[in-house]
């Protein structure tokens, strides 16, 4: 059985990555700052999976504790590494912070992968490394463009750290640009637990129709798209996280074609905020307060995947709707409220 170690597990995408690893019989060990999760998340995996993942709570930008973490742990053969900061408005305040969270930790992992000879790595990319799209859907060979943010400027440099160390180390990578991931387990034992004001769209939703926002703002309807509403490709969580369990059983099998491969993960479907509110509220059969506002800066119009090499390469397809991912997100918000 081999050991996988997951940083940010507690996180959204990590929580749900970590069960779907537990019931494929990896054993986990999870790695978490807490700076943006909570430990309760520990509870919920395990009562999915029955298994209690290994824990430790530690700090990935100091290079000491990095350090001690694979002196204990020496038996680790893959790496998936969620951990880092994700709101794109607080890296164009804040890019400092971004750089540093995002690009030394990494850093510091790579580093150890080659002290300790650990080759196999999951890296979490986005669709945010594309810019605004000159066709769609969207293939990996589509050149990347000019980060707009410094959170995205992070994704697109440390694609680049981790293929340059590919090629001079025994380091085997695969970068999953993600898309919009939405919805929660279908347990409602994890989701998404937004801080604050979410940014994202879904979790605005869900909190306006629970009652604890007064309503959404959609960001503009005068876009270049059939209603006037930007477009993107919403993936139940579910579905991506399933994605890194083959990635990871690629590199565990040598399976690549190169060291260093990156990888689509969404369902092909764009769906625009319009389209997404009326889904909502078919699902929840109730009514979305909603205004038009302005549109947002620094939003892309129209963003989906191609998706054909993750089907054909990885074998890997979504499977849930965006019905299906709705409902759970809408189950998720009910029960954390505890309304259900
Ligand atoms: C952004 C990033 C993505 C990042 C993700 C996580 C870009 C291009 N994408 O995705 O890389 O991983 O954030 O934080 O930088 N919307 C509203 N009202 C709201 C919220 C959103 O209308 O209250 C609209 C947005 O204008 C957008 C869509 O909903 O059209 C999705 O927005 P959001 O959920 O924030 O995700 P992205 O901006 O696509």
Known sequence: ?????????????GSHTVVELQNS????????????SSLEVIKGIT???NKKPLFEKLELRNKLEVESFFKKYQDISGIIHFAASKAVGESVENPLLYYENNLNTLIYLLQECKKNEINNF???????????PDSLPINESAPVKKATSPYGNTKQISEEIIQDTCSVTNLKSIALRYFNPIGAHDSTEIGELPLGVPQNLI??????AVGLREELSVFGDDYSTPDGSCIRDYIHVVDLAKAHVVAMQRLLGNEGDSNFEVFNIG????SSVLEVVKAFEKVTEQKLNYKIVDRRAGDVISVYADTKKANEVLGWKSEKSMEDSLLSSWRWEQKIRNLK
């Open 1 to 13: 059985m081999s050991k996988i170690l997951v940083t940010g597990g507690l996180g959204y995408i």
């Open 47 to 49: 009562n999915i999976t």
């Open 122 to 132: 999951i890296f979490s990319s986005s669709c945010t490394v594309y810019g605004e």
């Open 267 to 270: 369902t092909g479907r764009g």
């Open 203 to 208: 979790p605005f939703i869900t909190q306006t």
């Open 25 to 36: 019989g990896y054993e986990v060990v999870i790695i978490d700052n807490l700076s943006n």
